[in-house]
């Protein structure tokens, strides 16, 4: 399995938050599977974006597309930092 983390700030949570929602079938047919959103404990409007991918491929395709470019422009998306990743294992203690 491939993963995507993404660490961003935002200008609002509510707004950026409803904005990824209304994107959710999109991302689904770019190729993500499944994700996470968190939060700093102390920063509301830092977000992380933990989500699983068909391919490596497919994810670097969606988010340098030029339509998510201006998706997160309008979602107030602030400087986000993409880290791709190939999952090594996975457990549950």
């Not at 404990?41 to 994810?59: G, Q, Y």
């Not at 470019?69 to 998306?77: F, K, L, N, P, Q």
């Amino acid at each position: 399995m491939q993963h995507v983390l993404i660490i961003h700030e935002v200008a609002d949570y509510a707004a950026w938050k409803k904005i990824f929602d209304g994107a959710a079938g999109i991302r689904r047919a770019a190729g993500e599977r499944s994700y996470q959103v968190l939060k700093y404990e102390n920063d509301p409007n830092k977000i992380v974006h933990f989500s699983a991918w068909t391919s490596l491929a497919d994810a670097k395709r969606f988010f340098e597309s030029p339509e998510l470019v201006r998706i997160r422009s309008e979602a107030g998306v602030k400087s986000p930092d993409f880290i791709y990743l190939d999952q090594l294992e996975t457990g549950t203690l």
